[in-house]
């Protein structure tokens, strides 16, 4: 009887001593980041929250985790991580420069001109745009070429609060096109206000760069740990075939 009991206790202490072992993101947690309205891919009214936040959630699921977002204005979004409020935002395009952590790709982008099509936009180089008034939005990054011509002033622009002002505003020619993504444009034609002058509108048959989505985090043990769990179940399926299931059709 003292054997079967000393050996009851042998494994229970053995027990505890490999669960105190494990490692800590094994144990099911909850990842707190921010994002903004931006549908297709993210947003409080959408199904499961957009397009990249069903596929947060994928990854995360592979480790027993859970998504929780804050829906922002996307200027504060981006603050809530570099005042560490949050461990990261998504969606963001790759930007090495700025010091933070990027997931691998949690979907794609591709970038283009919305113009009017009577008033069709030709161009070869980037630097043609240049005769053109551009919408474009505050705190979003375009593309690097057009961003530095906007800072070095060279490029004209014109910025909107959000996609829906910039299409309104260009379907009333008072500016030239708009630099946006072109499945939030698709989405967008579901808007009254837009479904009643999307036939003005065209996409340019050029597309100005075609970027990949991220994740970005806090370049800190709690990031790096939380980058590692997205980018471990990230490779566990195919994020992009997931997004081109869901994403409206282009017309």
């Not at 979003?140 to 909107?160: H, L, R």
Request: aromatic letters at 8%; a negative charge; hydrophobic letters at 40%.
């Amino acid at each position: 009887m003292m054997i079967t009991v000393s050996m009851k206790l042998k494994n229970l202490c053995l027990c505890t001593l490999i669960a105190l072992c494990l490692p800590g993101e094994l144990v099911a947690d909850t990842l707190e980041l921010s994002t903004l309205e931006w549908p297709p891919f993210s947003g409080s009214n959408l199904p499961e929250q957009g397009i990249n936040s069903k596929i947060i959630s994928q990854a995360l699921s592979f480790e027993n985790h859970t998504l929780a977002i804050s829906v922002l204005p996307w200027n504060r979004a981006a603050r809530t991580v570099t005042t560490g409020q949050t461990v990261g935002y998504y969606p963001t395009y790759f930007n090495p420069a700025n010091g933070l952590l990027f997931s691998n790709p949690i979907g794609a982008s591709p970038i283009v001109l919305i113009e009017r099509k009577n008033n069709p936009i030709i161009w070869d180089q980037v630097s043609d745009l240049n005769q053109y008034e551009l919408g474009v939005l505050k705190g979003y990054i375009n593309t690097v070429e057009i961003d530095e011509m906007i800072a070095n002033g060279s490029q004209k622009f014109e910025t909107g609060i959000d996609e829906k002002q910039n299409i309104l505003k260009l379907a009333k020619g008072r500016i030239d096109a708009i630099i946006m993504d072109i499945n939030v444009f698709e989405y967008l034609k579901s808007d009254p206000q837009v479904a009643k002058i999307a036939h003005q509108l065209q996409v340019n048959p050029k597309t100005l760069q075609n970027k990949t989505l991220h994740i970005t985090f806090n370049n800190t043990p709690e990031g790096k740990k939380w980058c590692d769990i997205i980018n471990n179940g990230l490779a566990q399926f195919d994020a992009m075939a997931i997004q081109d299931a869901l994403l409206p059709a282009v017309e």
